[in-house]
């Protein structure tokens, strides 16, 4: 975010730097693939040279965490960033639904993947942390492709460490469980309940999308509910439809800030075939969309879209999915920019 001494001119020179490559330049399909084929920052460049918010060089940072390493059924989500980047590609600068030109109203460049240990979870987290942080300091707000959903987890250790956050969950699980396998508290179906444990998240601030499925025990759900966290199963939303859904979530995490996290498997494996644990009975993208475009204008410091598979994919289609969600989400976090400055 711009603090209040740069001028309006300088914010929108600054703008001007980081916009994607036109497509009426040079093809789509030429070059290497970037989010949204925007410009590629080094981390510590997007930061810059001052310190507290406002200081960064950009405003939203596309980042890549190709870590899988906590999946507890099929793998793939690791090369879930680079097929994602790829697919983005096809994306353009104005939403035709909303109207919101995104790279107009927020400095956005891609700031490449965060180093993971592929084989150490622990580790991984501590990496996670280290490069969120100085990112959180300079005011930079982050978009995330992950990887499997355990990245949210060191994400929020970044981006919750001064405040409780409010949460959007979107997903098929409620990613709420204890320990999996060996009693392991680091993996992809726990990150939402470490987080409200280490105080990142405030649980009455937390909505969770679209939960379906069955379930290895009910303390997944009987322990989010304790704390105080809204579940909307997929028969609610189904009964309710997607206007008042998106008005309670607003309700539920009110004028704070909020994350927001996309689990790809909130789509029905007919749209997103390619990801770890899918369950049938999804939203269509179309659906999707619609919820997305109905949060404008939330406080949101950040957001992911995780669990993008493409060893498991069929024609890149949940790739392209992830993308499509990925802009649109872009375009929440711009508005918001652009309100903050």
Known sequence: MADDSESAGARA???????????????????????MRLPVLDPAEAVGEGAG???GLVEIGLIGIPFDGTTTNRPGARLGPRAVREASTGT??????????????????DLGDVPINPVDAAETAQRIEAFYRPLAEAGIVPLTVGGDHFITYP???????ARPLGLIHIDAHSDTDDAQYGGSRLTHGTPFRR???????????????????????????????AQGMRILTMEEVCARGLPEVAA????????????????????????????????????????????LRALRGLDLVGADVVEVAPPLDSAGITALAGAGIAFEILCLLAERVAARG
Do not use: K
């Open 248 to 291: 309670e979530a607003r309700a539920v995490v009110g004028e704070g800030p909020t994350y927001l996290s996309f689990d790809i498997d909130a789509l029905d494996p007919a749209f997103a075939p390619g990801t770890g644990t899918p369950e049938i009975g999804g939203f269509t993208t179309r659906e999707a969309l619609h919820l």
């Open 92 to 109: 353009r600068a104005l939403n035709h639904a909303t109207g919101v030109a995104p790279y107009a109203l927020a400095a956005c460049a």
């Open 53 to 55: 918010e406002g200081a």
């Open 195 to 225: 987080a409200v444990e280490a105080g990142l998240l405030d649980p009455r601030r937390c909505i969770q999308i679209g939960i379906r499925g069955s379930m290895d025990a009910a303390d997944e759900r009987d322990w989010a509910l």
């Open 155 to 161: 994400v929020l250790r970044a981006l919750g460490a």
């Open 13 to 35: 020179e600054r703008r001007a730097r980081f916009q994607p490559a036109s497509g009426m330049v040079t093809p789509r399909f030429s070059g290497l693939a970037s989010f």
